[in-house]
């Protein structure tokens, strides 16, 4: 008995959509039932080196043959050919490409489909510049390496809910109308976006954005968040092409302190070094945080930096988780960076976050000398005194050496409740470790 072809249409398709297109294609062989079946797939998942039925073309192709308009005539005809609603469709071009009208025909035959949910556009090598046209139905948009026009009369993605941007090239009168169209939108990433002959210029204001993620480099002119409630997460990069960019530094500053309600942070690649650069707003209290995530480079933190460290814990009253990644640069250290274990290891008062509310912190430490972070994990020993649990991740999974457990086990401890626990993700081995009362 044919057991598979008894099976709904719905199970079959779900079969099929885990298949590569070709794969799928080929089962129309299998018998008169199966002739069309594949023609009802929801989602297409096409990339630059396989043709339009997935065979997988040359590594000569795949990295210097420029992506051909029958290709893409080829992929029309395979959208033509399908017969219920597209929902998701994925074009990945690693090869190079120049974006002409058959694309633009190509997103224009998407449209008509009707009911496409998901279009990610992926270029990879060789930027490509689209004529987005409007999606009625469309909830979640991702765009890598293009340049993206808006089309004359745009609408906007009225039920967009996600919206990431990565090395995009569009103008400030299209993004500024992308956004502020799309009134749905719970979750936002834009890295690499602008030109340099127009920065980029942008003041947020989405009624239900939730999450935020946003690289700062010096394509930006501005970015800040004017009015978002629902705000829960966000989390601010800082290219490290420049760090003496007070212009930048002051960029930062005003992001990050625009986002002040949010439950969740994270500040990556060295904005605390950025803020060093510029005077910090002492009388400044971060309302909602809870979770604070950031990184430090152990090598290069002067006393600036320091300084910007702890005015994060002083603007943070109501925080209760911290999280940490310490790293370290060679050819990078200062002198200055030593002086910090004395300061690290001393008693610090009027943290309110501190005293009463921090119980977990995690330090994740990229280093394969684990002794390298001691005296941050001494720092918090010593000033959380509600601290419940200190986990340590061993990124680069090296065991414990005798002398860091000897170092850590001489911590002044203030919680009486603190528990350590060490993490090596090589072995997946969990070590608790005993601290001195």
């Known amino acids: 008995m044919d057991r598979i072809s008894l099976l709904p249409l719905e199970i079959k398709l779900s079969i099929l959509s885990r298949l590569r297109i070709k794969q799928a294609v080929r089962t129309s062989a299998l018998a008169r039932s199966w002739r069309h079946i594949w023609t009802h797939l929801p989602c297409l998942d096409l990339n630059s080196w396989r043709d339009p039925l997935g065979n997988t073309c040359t590594h000569h192709f795949r990295y210097f043959h420029a992506v051909s308009p029958s290709w893409i005539r080829r992929v029309h005809q395979l959208v033509s050919c399908l017969r219920g609603p597209l929902l998701l469709f994925q074009l990945h071009f690693s090869a190079y490409c120049f974006f002409n009208d058959d694309h633009f025909v190509l997103l224009q035959s998407l449209l008509r489909k009707g009911g496409v949910k998901t279009l ?78 127009i920065p980029l210029s942008v003041n947020l204001s989405l009624p239900l954005l939730r999450h935020l993620e946003f690289t700062i480099n010096e394509l930006v002119e501005n970015f800040s968040v004017v009015s978002s409630p629902c705000l829960e997460h966000a989390e601010i990069k800082y290219d490290r092409t ?31 070094k950025c803020f060093s650069l510029v005077t910090l707003p002492f009388n400044f209290t971060f309302s909602r945080p809870k979770f604070l995530s950031f990184y430090l480079n152990v090598d290069t933190i002067d006393r600036r930096v320091y300084d910007a460290f702890l005015w994060l814990l002083r603007s943070m009253p109501f925080l209760e988780e911290l999280e940490v990644e310490l790293k370290r640069d060679y050819y990078q250290a200062e002198t200055d960076s030593f002086l910090m274990r004395e300061l690290l290891v001393k008693k610090h008062d009027g943290f309110a976050c501190l005293e009463r509310t921090v119980t977990s912190v995690t330090i994740h430490m990229d280093t394969s000398d684990v002794n390298a972070g001691i005296e941050w994990i001494q720092f918090f020993l010593l000033n959380a005194k509600g601290l419940k649990l200190l986990k340590i991740y061993d990124v680069d999974g090296c065991d414990l050496i005798p002398s860091f457990i000897e170092e850590l086990q001489k911590a002044e401890v203030t919680s009486s409740d603190a528990k350590v626990m060490f993490f090596n993700r090589v072995t997946d081995q969990i070590t608790n470790l005993c601290m001195n009362d």
């Open 120 to 197: 990610d556009l992926l270029f990879y090598n060789y930027p490509g510049k689209i004529h987005l046209p409007w999606f009625h139905s469309l909830r979640v948009l991702r765009l890598i390496g293009c340049h993206v026009a808006l089309p004359t009369g745009f609408r906007g993605f009225l039920r967009l809910e996600t919206l990431s941007m990565c090395f995009v090239q569009i103008s400030n009168d299209d993004i500024n109308l992308l956004l502020c169209t799309s009134n749905n939108l719970t979750r936002l990433a834009i890295s690499n976006c602008g030109s340099l002959e």
């Open 242 to 272: 420049d760090y003496s960019s007070q212009n930048l530094a002051r960029m930062v500053l005003r992001l990050v302190t625009s986002v002040a309600m949010v439950s969740s942070l994270k500040l990556d690649f060295d904005v605390l």
